[in-house]
């Protein structure tokens, strides 16, 4: 057993080499996408000062409440465990931003989320924070099922038959995640069939406690978070291309995200994927593809890069041992 004093130095090395970690990889990432940065620095310099000024404060302010809703929704979701106060959540879901930033598929973001709750709460937690990351991935998967439905019937030319194949598939695509979301105890019930984890039915037990009132309430929260970061792409690609087509744009950045939660990576290689991914779509409606990855690389600096180093604020005030360290 480790005593106390040992405990707070491990404890102390553990968070510096997660803010470590953090920065350095910050910095690579400002090192590789500089670029992107600089050409969309030079496309500004072609657009009203005054415009640029209030698009980017206006990004600024839909990304806190973004975040701010976020909190509010772990909140929501943790007083299942253990009662937060909004200022908690508001600490722990930067926290967690830090940590998510430099693992694979943002899984840090759990651990420095449920760290900051007591010992005996942070599995509970873990699964907690899954039923929200759940109707997160609803909403996206659905809605951009349904983009994606346009984008092959305006842009592929199928077979009329493959295109029905198709489109009777994402129906069924899009109502199994929603009628399994709303009824989301099945899945409690179905790892209660698997002997190895039905010893742990006491952690995951508590994605089954959820009514379908708090659901709805919970798809509120991943709803309105979707509207503001959604509306976030719309004012950036708006202010560089303001002849392109709002539906259209939204449309493709609808199936960017749907596209982009099917791939695992790491965040700060997600601009890589989000920028390819983006010039492929958006090259059917705009050939200022270069404009495209400015806009997309200046909302991941924004939306990702800044939460995480306003994040590295709280790394020390994470409990790893118990809550006394």
Known sequence: ????????????????????????????????????????????????????????????????????????????????????????SIEAVFCGLTWAIFTPNRLGEYAGRVLFLPNRKRIHGVFAMAVGAFGQSVITNVLGACALMWYLYTYSHLNIYIYIWIFVSAIIFMVFFLVLFFHIQWIVKLLDY????????????????????????????????????????????????PEMPVVKMMLMVLILFF???????????????????????????????LAVVAAVSSIWLINLIIPAILGSVFVFKLKFFDRNV
């Open 194 to 241: 698997i002997p190895y984890v039905k010893k742990y039915h006491r952690f995951f037990d508590i994605m089954g406690r959820y009514t379908k009132p708090e659901l709805f309430k919970i798809m509120g929260f991943c709803m309105a978070r979707f509207a503001v970061f959604s509306f976030q792409y719309y004012l950036v690609i708006h202010l560089l291309i």
């Open 1 to 88: 057993m480790l005593t106390k004093a040992a405990k707070k130095i491990f404890s102390l090395l553990i968070k510096v080499g997660v803010l470590g970690l953090a920065l350095v990889y910050i910095y690579h990432q400002f090192i590789e996408k500089g670029d992107s940065l600089k050409r969309f620095q030079q496309l500004v310099n072609h657009i009203s000062q005054q415009q640029v000024i209030i698009t980017m404060s206006a990004i600024v302010l839909l990304m806190l409440i973004n975040w701010i809703l976020e909190s509010i929704k772990w909140k929501y979701l943790i007083n299942r465990v253990q009662k937060i106060s909004v200022w908690q």
């Open 259 to 289: 596209v982009q939660s099917a791939l695992p990576s790491l965040d700060l290689l997600d601009v890589g994927v989000r920028s390819a991914t983006a010039s492929v779509l958006f090259a059917h409606i705009t050939t200022q593809a």
